[in-house]
Protein backbone atom coordinates (compact mmCIF):
# COMPACT_ATOMS: atom_id res chain seq x y z
CA UNK A 1 0.00 0.00 0.00
CA UNK A 2 1.72 2.85 -1.70
CA UNK A 3 -0.66 5.42 -0.85
CA UNK A 4 -2.63 6.37 2.48
CA UNK A 5 -5.37 3.80 3.49
CA UNK A 6 -6.71 1.25 5.70
CA UNK A 7 -3.58 -0.54 6.90
CA UNK A 8 -5.38 -3.88 7.98
CA UNK A 9 -6.12 -6.32 5.49
CA UNK A 10 -7.76 -9.49 7.21
CA UNK A 11 -11.23 -7.34 7.03
CA UNK A 12 -13.19 -10.16 8.90
CA UNK A 13 -10.47 -10.56 11.93
CA UNK A 14 -10.40 -6.68 12.03
CA UNK A 15 -14.19 -6.56 12.30
CA UNK A 16 -13.54 -8.98 15.63
CA UNK A 17 -10.46 -7.09 16.71
CA UNK A 18 -12.37 -3.86 16.62
CA UNK A 19 -14.83 -5.18 18.43
CA UNK A 20 -12.75 -6.65 21.16
CA UNK A 21 -10.98 -3.11 20.84
CA UNK A 22 -13.93 -1.25 21.81
CA UNK A 23 -14.16 -3.00 25.32
CA UNK A 24 -10.78 -0.73 25.78
CA UNK A 25 -11.54 3.09 24.17
CA UNK A 26 -15.20 3.27 24.44
CA UNK A 27 -15.34 4.21 27.67
CA UNK A 28 -13.02 7.36 26.78
CA UNK A 29 -14.85 8.09 23.63
CA UNK A 30 -17.84 8.23 25.35
CA UNK A 31 -16.79 10.66 28.28
CA UNK A 32 -15.03 12.97 25.13
CA UNK A 33 -18.74 12.87 23.40
CA UNK A 34 -20.31 13.24 27.11
CA UNK A 35 -17.71 16.71 27.59
CA UNK A 36 -18.66 17.95 24.26
CA UNK A 37 -22.26 17.69 24.39
CA UNK A 38 -23.28 15.14 22.63
CA UNK A 39 -27.16 14.02 23.70
CA UNK A 40 -30.59 13.01 23.44
CA UNK A 41 -32.37 13.41 20.49
CA UNK A 42 -29.57 15.07 18.08
CA UNK A 43 -28.70 13.45 14.54
CA UNK A 44 -24.97 12.44 14.52
CA UNK A 45 -22.98 11.44 11.91
CA UNK A 46 -20.69 9.01 12.56
CA UNK A 47 -17.11 8.50 9.96
CA UNK A 48 -15.59 5.61 9.48
CA UNK A 49 -17.91 3.02 11.15
CA UNK A 50 -16.10 -0.70 10.99
CA UNK A 51 -17.45 -2.40 13.10
CA UNK A 52 -20.51 -0.11 14.40
CA UNK A 53 -19.03 0.68 17.96
CA UNK A 54 -18.95 4.28 17.80
CA UNK A 55 -22.13 4.37 16.03
CA UNK A 56 -23.93 2.16 18.89
CA UNK A 57 -21.62 4.33 21.62
CA UNK A 58 -23.74 7.30 20.15
CA UNK A 59 -26.71 5.92 19.47
CA UNK A 60 -26.99 5.42 23.45
CA UNK A 61 -26.20 8.94 24.10
CA UNK A 62 -28.71 10.27 21.76
CA UNK A 63 -31.24 7.81 23.10
CA UNK A 64 -34.75 6.47 20.73
CA UNK A 65 -35.39 10.31 19.85
CA UNK A 66 -32.31 10.42 18.12
CA UNK A 67 -29.96 8.91 15.41
CA UNK A 68 -27.12 7.90 13.95
CA UNK A 69 -26.43 7.48 10.86
CA UNK A 70 -23.18 5.75 9.78
CA UNK A 71 -20.42 5.85 6.90
CA UNK A 72 -18.10 3.21 5.71
CA UNK A 73 -16.40 2.74 2.36
CA UNK A 74 -16.34 -1.18 2.59
CA UNK A 75 -19.32 -2.32 1.97
CA UNK A 76 -18.50 -5.85 3.77
CA UNK A 77 -18.46 -3.68 6.79
CA UNK A 78 -21.22 -1.89 6.40
CA UNK A 79 -23.40 -5.35 6.08
CA UNK A 80 -21.64 -6.88 9.03
CA UNK A 81 -22.22 -3.42 10.87
CA UNK A 82 -26.05 -3.02 9.71
CA UNK A 83 -26.65 -7.05 11.02
CA UNK A 84 -25.18 -6.17 14.24
CA UNK A 85 -27.51 -3.63 14.72
CA UNK A 86 -30.50 -5.80 13.71
CA UNK A 87 -29.56 -8.34 15.56
CA UNK A 88 -29.19 -6.18 18.72
CA UNK A 89 -32.48 -4.65 18.28
CA UNK A 90 -30.70 -1.04 17.95
CA UNK A 91 -33.68 0.56 15.50
CA UNK A 92 -32.23 4.48 15.33
CA UNK A 93 -28.62 3.64 13.54
CA UNK A 94 -28.01 2.78 10.16
CA UNK A 95 -25.03 2.73 8.16
CA UNK A 96 -24.22 3.64 4.86
CA UNK A 97 -21.23 2.44 2.09
CA UNK A 98 -19.57 5.70 1.19
CA UNK A 99 -16.03 7.50 1.49
CA UNK A 100 -15.12 9.50 4.42
CA UNK A 101 -12.78 11.66 2.78
CA UNK A 102 -15.64 13.02 0.32
CA UNK A 103 -18.88 12.75 1.93
CA UNK A 104 -21.04 12.64 -1.21
CA UNK A 105 -23.26 9.70 0.08
CA UNK A 106 -24.68 11.78 2.92
CA UNK A 107 -27.81 13.86 2.83
CA UNK A 108 -29.45 16.49 4.90
CA UNK A 109 -27.62 18.01 7.95
CA UNK A 110 -26.86 16.82 11.22
CA UNK A 111 -26.19 17.94 14.68
CA UNK A 112 -23.10 16.40 15.12
CA UNK A 113 -20.37 14.71 13.55
CA UNK A 114 -18.09 12.26 15.51
CA UNK A 115 -15.40 9.45 14.47
CA UNK A 116 -12.50 7.67 16.41
CA UNK A 117 -9.52 6.61 15.01
CA UNK A 118 -10.11 7.23 11.02
CA UNK A 119 -8.30 10.50 10.42
CA UNK A 120 -5.29 8.73 10.20
CA UNK A 121 -6.20 6.84 7.72
CA UNK A 122 -7.59 9.62 5.08
CA UNK A 123 -5.15 11.13 2.60
CA UNK A 124 -6.73 14.92 3.46
CA UNK A 125 -7.45 14.94 7.08
CA UNK A 126 -7.97 18.31 7.42
CA UNK A 127 -9.76 18.39 4.36
CA UNK A 128 -12.49 15.92 5.96
CA UNK A 129 -12.75 18.10 8.89
CA UNK A 130 -14.27 20.92 6.65
CA UNK A 131 -15.92 18.47 4.67
CA UNK A 132 -17.40 16.92 8.15
CA UNK A 133 -18.22 20.17 9.04
CA UNK A 134 -20.08 21.08 6.17
CA UNK A 135 -23.04 18.62 6.90
CA UNK A 136 -23.45 20.01 10.12
CA UNK A 137 -25.92 22.38 11.24
CA UNK A 138 -24.79 26.04 12.35
CA UNK A 139 -23.80 26.17 15.94
CA UNK A 140 -23.39 21.88 15.79
CA UNK A 141 -20.65 19.59 16.87
CA UNK A 142 -17.60 18.32 15.53
CA UNK A 143 -15.99 15.68 18.09
CA UNK A 144 -13.20 13.90 16.89
CA UNK A 145 -10.96 10.67 18.81
CA UNK A 146 -7.66 10.07 17.55
CA UNK A 147 -4.74 8.57 19.32
CA UNK A 148 -0.66 8.46 19.13
CA UNK A 149 0.28 5.08 17.87
CA UNK A 150 4.01 6.13 18.64
CA UNK A 151 4.25 5.53 22.51
CA UNK A 152 5.47 2.82 24.71
CA UNK A 153 2.99 0.29 24.31
CA UNK A 154 4.15 -1.39 27.90
CA UNK A 155 6.41 -0.68 30.72
CA UNK A 156 9.10 -1.89 30.72
CA UNK A 157 9.32 -2.14 27.32
CA UNK A 158 10.92 -5.52 26.94
CA UNK A 159 12.99 -6.70 23.58
CA UNK A 160 10.01 -8.48 22.49
CA UNK A 161 7.34 -5.34 22.90
CA UNK A 162 9.82 -3.16 21.56
CA UNK A 163 10.47 -5.29 18.24
CA UNK A 164 6.40 -5.48 17.60
CA UNK A 165 5.88 -1.99 18.21
CA UNK A 166 8.96 -0.94 15.79
CA UNK A 167 7.37 -3.26 13.30
CA UNK A 168 3.87 -1.69 13.76
CA UNK A 169 5.40 1.79 13.55
CA UNK A 170 7.29 0.86 10.20
CA UNK A 171 4.23 -0.58 8.31
CA UNK A 172 2.16 3.09 9.63
CA UNK A 173 4.60 5.00 8.73
CA UNK A 174 5.77 3.12 5.23
CA UNK A 175 1.43 3.80 4.34
CA UNK A 176 1.20 7.23 5.47
CA UNK A 177 -0.83 6.71 8.00
CA UNK A 178 -0.77 9.80 10.69
CA UNK A 179 0.88 7.76 13.55
CA UNK A 180 0.17 10.83 16.40
CA UNK A 181 -3.04 11.97 14.46
CA UNK A 182 -4.30 12.86 18.36
CA UNK A 183 -1.63 15.14 19.06
CA UNK A 184 -2.49 16.90 15.31
CA UNK A 185 -6.07 17.47 15.98
CA UNK A 186 -5.93 21.14 17.45
CA UNK A 187 -4.10 22.59 14.17
CA UNK A 188 -6.32 20.55 11.88
CA UNK A 189 -9.57 22.22 13.13
CA UNK A 190 -7.94 25.30 13.10
CA UNK A 191 -6.68 24.51 9.03
CA UNK A 192 -10.16 23.47 8.22
CA UNK A 193 -11.61 26.81 9.35
CA UNK A 194 -13.43 25.67 12.60
CA UNK A 195 -12.78 27.71 15.71
CA UNK A 196 -10.09 25.95 18.25
CA UNK A 197 -11.17 22.89 19.86
CA UNK A 198 -11.49 22.02 23.77
CA UNK A 199 -9.02 19.06 23.77
CA UNK A 200 -8.86 15.86 26.30
CA UNK A 201 -6.34 13.48 26.60
CA UNK A 202 -6.91 9.48 28.60
CA UNK A 203 -5.34 6.79 28.12
CA UNK A 204 -6.28 3.35 29.24
CA UNK A 205 -3.12 1.72 31.37
CA UNK A 206 -3.69 -2.24 33.15
CA UNK A 207 -0.94 -4.34 34.83
CA UNK A 208 -1.78 -7.71 36.22
CA UNK A 209 -4.96 -9.57 35.34
CA UNK A 210 -5.66 -6.03 34.42
CA UNK A 211 -3.01 -6.21 31.40
CA UNK A 212 -4.38 -6.60 27.69
CA UNK A 213 -1.65 -8.13 25.90
CA UNK A 214 -3.70 -9.70 24.04
CA UNK A 215 -5.00 -6.72 22.42
CA UNK A 216 -1.96 -5.24 20.66
CA UNK A 217 -1.19 -9.35 20.16
CA UNK A 218 -4.43 -8.86 17.98
CA UNK A 219 -3.36 -5.53 16.38
CA UNK A 220 -0.15 -7.09 14.91
CA UNK A 221 -2.10 -10.59 13.46
CA UNK A 222 -4.37 -7.94 11.88
CA UNK A 223 -1.37 -5.93 10.56
CA UNK A 224 0.26 -9.25 9.80
CA UNK A 225 -0.62 -9.66 5.82
CA UNK A 226 0.80 -5.81 5.60
CA UNK A 227 4.19 -6.93 7.45
CA UNK A 228 5.04 -9.52 5.07
CA UNK A 229 4.03 -7.34 1.86
CA UNK A 230 6.11 -4.75 2.77
CA UNK A 231 9.11 -7.47 3.49
CA UNK A 232 9.37 -5.73 7.17
CA UNK A 233 8.91 -9.43 9.08
CA UNK A 234 7.26 -12.92 8.39
CA UNK A 235 4.46 -15.18 9.94
CA UNK A 236 7.50 -16.48 11.77
CA UNK A 237 8.95 -13.82 12.98
CA UNK A 238 5.83 -12.65 14.76
CA UNK A 239 4.31 -16.07 15.70
CA UNK A 240 0.79 -14.57 16.30
CA UNK A 241 -0.60 -17.70 17.86
CA UNK A 242 1.74 -17.61 20.58
CA UNK A 243 2.43 -13.70 21.02
CA UNK A 244 -0.34 -12.67 23.41
CA UNK A 245 1.20 -14.94 25.71
CA UNK A 246 4.86 -14.23 24.91
CA UNK A 247 3.87 -10.27 25.55
CA UNK A 248 2.29 -11.25 29.00
CA UNK A 249 4.86 -13.29 30.00
CA UNK A 250 7.37 -10.48 29.81
CA UNK A 251 4.98 -7.88 31.34
CA UNK A 252 4.60 -10.37 34.37
CA UNK A 253 8.45 -11.36 34.99
CA UNK A 254 9.15 -7.52 35.43
CA UNK A 255 5.76 -6.88 37.11
CA UNK A 256 5.03 -4.73 34.07
CA UNK A 257 1.92 -3.24 32.29
CA UNK A 258 -0.04 -2.40 29.03
CA UNK A 259 -0.44 0.58 27.75
CA UNK A 260 -2.96 1.55 24.94
CA UNK A 261 -2.25 4.25 23.27
CA UNK A 262 -3.00 7.71 24.45
CA UNK A 263 -6.26 8.98 23.07
CA UNK A 264 -7.12 12.54 22.52
CA UNK A 265 -10.89 13.84 21.91
CA UNK A 266 -10.91 17.46 20.03
CA UNK A 267 -14.23 18.74 19.68
CA UNK A 268 -16.03 22.50 18.31
CA UNK A 269 -19.09 23.44 17.35
CA UNK A 270 -19.26 25.41 13.64
CA UNK A 271 -19.99 29.03 12.93
CA UNK A 272 -22.10 30.60 10.54
Known amino acids: MGESGYTFADRGHEQ ?11 PLTER ?3 AAGVGVGMRVLDLGSGAGDVALLAARLVGPEG ?19 RRAEVDNVRFIEGDVQALDAITGTFDAVVGRLVLMYLPDPVDAIRRA ?32 RAWFIEALERTNVATRMGLSLFPAFLA ?3 PAPELRM ?26 ERLEIATAEDVDPDTLADRLNRDLQDADGIVIWPPMTGAWARTTG
Request: charged share 20%; hydrophobic share 45%; net charge negative.
Open 133 to 164: AGVVRPGGLVCLHEGDMTYDWASPMTPLWTQM
Open 32 to 34: VFQ
Open 192 to 194: AGL
Open 16 to 26: RRLASQAAGFD
Open 67 to 85: EVVGIERDPAAVASATDRV
Open 202 to 227: ECAVGGGERARAWGWANVMRGVLPLL
